[in-house]
């Protein structure tokens, strides 16, 4: 019984994380979306804040940016590193002031939650 009972949540849980990753695919464009999707079944604790995300950047970016993800990768030293890439309209000025103000007001809270599997950049449109 108790084999079955894990079985059970097993599923549930795949399932869940099938309609998370259909949500993150809602909102970002991927590059790469099968490397990105295997990323994000490796390290499921990040959709969170890739949901949350979009929130906080809207706010302070404003809803004219386009928002994708890539992942980064360097074989040779075993490291991934998923990024929202935020393209947006601003003058390089402007958009290292909006960097500046969504780390302090959001990211950098986050950071040691995410640590080096996750970052923040920002792309002219």
Known sequence: MLYHKNKIMEEQS??????????????YTLEEPDRITDF??????????????????????????RLFLELHSDPEEEWDELFIVIKSPYSPKKARALMDKLG??????????????????????
């Open 14 to 27: 795949f399932i869940s994380l099938i309609d998370l990753l259909e949500n993150v695919k809602a909102v």
């Open 40 to 65: 994000l079944r490796a390290n499921p604790d990040l959709i969170p804040f890739l949901q949350e995300a979009p929130k906080h950047i809207y706010r302070i970016f404003g809803k004219n940016v």
């Open 104 to 125: 302090e007001e959001w990211f950098l809270d986050v950071l040691d939650k995410v640590g080096n599997r996750l970052c923040i950049t920002e792309e002219p449109l």
